[in-house]
């Protein structure tokens, strides 16, 4: 498979007042053709700084890119400057936020908006791009379209303007495209058309997408691959079955735990990972998760864990796949639904050292 | 979009008619004539004088004819000023302040919006803190300071421009700048706040996320959101500078109709106060109604009530 985007060891850094804070601390992935990557993990684990560090759009200064490589089609982002990154960015790389209520300019009509991003890319002929963002326009499956696209955001509904949003973003035909939590602001209705949406549309464009998200129910629906970030870091990666039938990672599991199912009784609590994230303006010695992980050993106070691969695919960054260390159960919900993979090694092997 | 614009001028006609009623009383409430002053007049000549004017009427027919005056944009005629009515005021001073006003206004939008542009673009570098000392000085200065230290500086030690008369071009630029600093130095502030709000925006992202340059983001995305609190300060702004500025025009001997609102209290002359203020609260009332149907066109969000949607 055609691999189009690489990170290698990225860091993202800001600079504020009380310090520096590490909102990405040393991410690796790969990123094929054609699939679905979720990225989750709760808030302030980096994902979305991650993910907008990739269109380069994070503000710099404050923002930072301390070190690492984005290679996307083999050329590193990281070195390209304002002017290259215009040509890439709604073209090659396009990204849909989180709130369609506040990501359209509402003094401008939806369908202008979306020529913008023909006129600057296509060089399209304002007539024919306004015909092509009535075609985008019925695309993703907006009523009307002709009328539509002379209306301007306030008289679209929530869906539609993510819709709207949709078809912006898909309006060059990118290689790839960032999702950053779509659905959250929508209701659950709405969420499931959009969702089915993207997934008609990724068919037929053969579009890459990142969805992040912190909705595990959207993840399973959606992704081909799950990464799990804490902490500015991916401590969990694999696919879809591999994440919600053979975790390794504690962090996984209390994210798996934490998820309310239609078959738990009423009379059991909703679980919760306790405690906060660390302060990533002095990240915590040793693992990161720690001080909130009910399976802590010594070692994990003192040494960050190494990266172990457990299958081709799945990776994951914990003390607790180390030969040396202790069998341990992951919480019962989690182990309900565990179920042998195939493709499984026999046993993690170490790949890479923690520092 | 008619409906609306009749019922405004509707209203309109309601703040008028309170405006020249609550005028017409507090005048009177005054203690004076327009016949006082120092030397007493004998009471013949002052009884005489009141039946001309036709003050030895009740109020309530004085009121009554000045209301039935109005509705013929007449005016009367002046008590100090003889043989001029309050209309030949009017018609002489309003061309030059007008002038005067709109030149300021000029400038004070123009500069205003580019130094707020500007300041908010480059926020918390040498650009914004120059644009915002700016700002302050504008603010804080007085006008009459203002104004002579501009025709020190630009028409005695500079010979740039003339001192005071109100004759060519040139002679308009000083009291212009000097009229137009402090609605500049306010334009800049709200100009660069409002930029900063409508850069924090979510829709500014995805311009950036659309590859746009930073030019297009600006111009396309940017000014017109953030001209809307600017706009809204314009209305009672542009009524207050064309109807003139008492000190700027003694300061550079302008003969506008800015004089006549300080003059005409304290010579008690009724008809002027009348004339000026119904004329000022006109331009006012305009001024507000056309400010809000530049709204609608600024932000769609905006619907004029009364109107049919989409009209």
Known sequence: ?355 | MVKYISKRLLYMIVSLLLIITATFFLMRIAPGNPFTSEKKLPPEIEASLNEHYGLDKPWYVQYGDYLGRIVQWDFGPSFKYESRTVNDLINDGFPVSLALGLEAILFAVAVGIVLGVIAALRHNKWQDYTAMIVAVFGISVPSFIMATFLQYLFAIKLGLFPVARWETFSHTVLPALALGATPMAFIARLTRSSMLEVLSNDYIKTAKAKGLSRGAMIMKHTIRNALLPVVSYMGPLAAGIITGSFIIEKIFGIPGLGSHFVLSISNRDYTVIMGVTVFYSILLLVSILLVDIAYGLIDPRIKLAGGKKGE
């Open chain 1, 1 to 355: 498979m055609e691999k189009i985007l690489e990170v290698k060891d990225l860091k993202v850094s800001f600079q504020v007042y009380g310090g520096e804070v590490q909102a990405v601390r040393g991410i690796n992935f790969d990123l094929y053709k054609g699939e679905t990557l979720a990225v989750v993990g709760e808030s302030g684990s980096g994902k979305s700084v991650l993910n907008q560090t990739i269109m380069k759009l994070i503000p710099m200064p404050p923002g930072k890119i301390t070190g690492g490589q984005i290679l996307f089609h083999g050329q590193d982002i990281v070195k390209k400057t304002d002017k290259e990154m215009e040509k890439i960015r709604g073209k090659e790389i396009s990204m849909i936020f989180q709130d369609p209520m506040t990501s359209l300019n509402p003094t401008m009509k939806v369908g202008h908006q979306i020529m913008e991003v023909l006129l600057k890319h296509q060089n399209m002929k304002s007539q024919q791009a306004k015909e092509r963002a009535i075609e985008l326009l019925r695309l993703v499956g907006i009523p009307m379209p002709e009328k539509r696209v002379n209306q301007y955001p306030h008289e679209f509904s929530g869906g539609m303007r993510q819709r709207a949003m949709i078809a912006i973003a898909l309006a060059a035909n990118p290689s790839l495209l960032i999702a950053d939590e779509p659905t959250t602001a929508l209701d659950v209705t709405i969420q499931a058309q959009i969702l089915e949406l993207m997934k008609d549309l990724q068919k037929k464009m053969d579009t890459s997408i990142i969805f992040i998200t912190h909705d595990l129910g959207v993840v399973a629906n959606v992704a081909d691959r799950v990464a799990v970030m804490y902490a500015g870091q991916i401590v969990e990666i694999g696919t879809v079955d591999e994440i919600f039938y053979d975790p390794r990672h504690p962090y996984t599991w209390g994210l798996l735990a934490s998820m309310p199912s239609l078959d738990s009784d009423h009379k059991s609590e909703l679980a919760a990972i306790p405690g906060t994230p660390p302060d990533l303006t002095n990240p915590p010695k040793g693992d990161a998760f720690a001080a909130r992980n009910q399976y802590a050993m010594a070692i994990d106070f003192e040494e960050e864990p190494p990266m172990f691969q457990i299958s081709e695919t799945h990776f994951a960054k914990t003390w607790l796949l180390h030969p040396d260390a202790p069998k341990v159960e992951p919480p019962e919900a989690v182990k309900r639904k565990m179920r042998k993979l195939s493709s499984t090694f026999d046993k993690p092997v170490l790949v890479k050292e923690g520092k």
